[in-house]
């Protein structure tokens, strides 16, 4: 099985570094406990290291994932 990984940053106007703000992570994997590691990432590198706002993490296994994902674009 092949996993994607893709971490969007949010209301980022430039790709300089240091003009992010907030971090959304969407992870597609066919096994649900694919995704520890890359949620491990996430919390240690994007929230913790960059001091980034976390928007959501989304998976394909949550229930109403494309609601959800429309809420979180919409409260932006």
Same mark, same amino acid.
């Given at each position: ?10 209301? %980022?106007? *430039? ?13 597609? *994997?066919? !096994?649900? /406990?694919? %995704?520890?590691?890359?949620?491990? *990432?996430? !919390?240690? /590198? ?7 706002? !976390? ?6 296994? !949550?229930? %109403?994932?494309? /609601? ?9």
């Amino acid at each position: 099985m092949r996993r994607v990984l893709t971490i969007i940053p949010v209301l %980022n106007v *430039s790709l300089r570094p240091g003009t992010f703000k907030k971090v959304a992570m969407l992870l597609s *994997s066919g !096994d649900p /406990d694919m %995704n520890v590691g890359a949620r491990f *990432s996430c !919390d240690g /590198d994007f929230l913790g290291y960059l001091g980034l706002e !976390d928007v959501g993490i989304f998976t394909n296994h !949550d229930e %109403n994932v494309a /609601d959800r994902i429309r809420q979180m674009e919409a409260a932006l």
